[in-house]
């Protein structure tokens, strides 16, 4: 640095500006200062003090006065800007408001006036306490879906939260628990090895001790809860985390069949989870409640209820069932439960860990339907399941002829095996169509 320019005097004060040379002032004023950008503009500080030991330039009073108004000025044009760029946001969302009111205003008198059917205005389906696949590949899919279950109100379970919201899950009902509520407050994780060729995937579940198997639902009210809902879809998963899930469950059925929704179980076996017998006892006390059953398994079908020893059956029916072998099976769930609106299974051919073919059976309306197959490399096949039961709800909420439903399933299903993650967040219903109709072309 240069010498000190001009005398300290009393009458004359100074204040020293450090930091490095500011260009925009000529040679003999080369300011030391610190630069923040606020808004684009560089505003200055300075600092009274002053060190005669120490090397600095200064500058009079005056010109740092001067300074300091024009940055002041320019800090006050900018909070004018604000406000009146406030008052613009404020008014244009104001203005979406009011718009999406009188949209919903004249919906529901077309509706009262029975010219706008039931699912112009909504079309609800609660997926409770289940895995979250099929919520979120409806909502994508544009149902109106909401999701309940119990996570920790943590970080984690807030940021799951988050993430179904931001997939246009509605989460309304779902419980954040204190550590007073569920004592471990965890939140369950599964672990996946995704495997490739002749290794097969493995997952890992630590589900033990997660915020809902500690939860006590005993003061839910589940009238509230299902209210305003047609459709109410329930997993298998759930009732192996813990007695109070299962109690859960079966109270659920109970409100469900009363309130008149329709309901949908997918069984999804996890043997981590608990054992063959466990899950088919319990799935099989489920069946009376249900409308629309995904899987065959697991559940009893004896072919003597008062003598289990002539067995079940199932039995003996290969996991790649003919035609007429799952016709016959239909049929006797059919019998067991005339409840039962809907049977659909899918049918897995793994080739390798990466490539498989896809097929479906489905009874519906008196009759058994078989699915094209679909034959496709697998970029992760986690929730390929779930992909297929929301692939049947919606064709099933948008009345598709039965042929077209299960096809539409089994694409949906093969589709997600394309997608990174556990869920099919596809949400352009034609190109699941497209590859239902096995039409691969390029869409420009």
């Known amino acids: ?63 740092a006065a001067g300074i300091t108004a024009h940055s002041e000025a320019l800090g006050a044009e900018q909070t004018a800007l604000k406000y009146r760029e406030g008052v613009t946001v404020g008014a244009a969302n104001t203005l979406i408001v009011l718009t999406a009111l009188a949209v919903l205003g004249v919906s529901i008198r077309l509706y009262q006036n029975g010219q706008l059917g039931a699912e112009g205005v909504l079309i609800c389906t609660l997926s409770a306490l289940s895995s979250f696949g099929p919520v979120v590949a409806l909502a994508n899919l544009g149902v109106d879906s909401t999701f309940f279950s119990v996570v920790p109100n943590n970080s984690l379970g807030k940021s799951a939260v988050r993430w179904l919201r931001s997939n246009d899950v509605h989460c309304t009902p779902m419980i954040l628990t204190e550590p007073d509520e569920t004592p471990s407050n965890r939140l369950g994780t599964y672990y996946l090895e995704t495997g490739y060729g002749i290794r097969a995937s493995k997952v890992i579940y630590d589900r033990k001790h997660s915020a809902i198997t500690e939860y006590d639902f005993s003061q839910l009210d589940l009238d509230a809860l299902l209210d305003g809902f047609n459709w109410l879809h329930l997993s298998g998963i759930t009732p192996a985390l813990g007695p109070n899930c299962r109690g859960l469950i079966i109270d659920m059925l109970k409100v469900a069949k009363k309130k008149g929704l329709t309901v949908s179980f997918d069984g999804n076996f996890r043997s981590t989870l608990w054992t063959w017998e466990e899950a088919r006892d319990f799935c099989t006390e489920c069946l009376p409640y249900v409308d629309v059953l995904l899987g065959i398994e697991p559940y009893h079908l004896w072919k003597d209820e008062n003598d289990h020893s002539k067995g079940d059956w199932k039995d003996g029916v290969p996991l790649q069932p003919s035609y007429e072998q799952q016709d016959e099976i239909f049929q006797h769930f059919i019998a067991r439960y005339p409840n039962l609106k809907c049977i659909a299974r899918h049918v897995r051919y793994a080739h390798s860990g990466s490539e498989n073919s896809l097929k479906a059976f489905m009874w519906y309306d008196g009759h058994t339907f078989e699915s094209k197959l679909f034959t496709f490399n697998i970029l992760d096949r986690v929730g390929g399941g779930d992909a297929f039961a929301s692939g049947l709800i919606y064709a099933m909420l948008h009345n598709y002829k039965a042929m077209d439903m299960v096809n539409f399933a089994v694409a949906s299903s093969a589709i997600k095996h394309t997608i990174h993650g556990d869920a099919n967040i596809t949400d352009d219903v034609s190109s699941i169509r497209n590859l239902m109709n096995m039409n691969y072309d390029i869409k420009r």
Request: aromatic share 14%.
């Open 1 to 63: 640095m240069g010498k000190n320019r001009g005398k300290m005097g009393k009458t004359d004060p100074y204040l020293v500006v450090k930091s490095q040379t500011f260009p925009h002032f000529p040679p003999s004023f080369q300011l030391v200062e610190k630069l923040q950008a606020v808004y684009g503009m560089y505003r200055c500080f300075l600092w009274k003090t002053f060190d005669p030991g120490k090397t600095a330039e200064v500058l009079p009073a005056a010109r």
